[in-house]
């Protein structure tokens, strides 16, 4: 494995990381790697994408679902024939 040292680390910026290890019962090492490690996967994982028919697919699913009540969706909302809120 290879070392990684910072120098010149913002007080706030310490005492927050600092905090953050004391919160988890570990090391400012272990903390900052484990929240290096986080953004690694959170920047690296693809969203999925969707081809037309797979959202057409599920668009068609959706229709299929019953209706659960008569109400609009101003009923719902709470609002009056003339739009103000109830």
Not at 15 to 44: I, P
Request: net charge negative; glycine share 4%.
């Amino acid at each position: 494995m290879t070392d990684l040292m910072l120098r010149d680390i913002p007080n706030d910026l310490y005492v927050w990381l600092e905090k953050r290890a004391q919160d988890n019962h570990c090391s400012l090492h272990q903390e900052a790697l484990a929240l290096l490690e986080t953004l690694q996967k959170s920047t690296t994982s693809q969203p999925a994408k969707l081809t037309v028919e797979e959202i057409m697919a599920i668009a068609h699913q959706f229709a299929k679902l019953p209706e659960l009540g008569s109400r609009d969706a101003n009923e719902v909302l709470g609002y009056d024939k003339y739009g103000l809120s109830c």
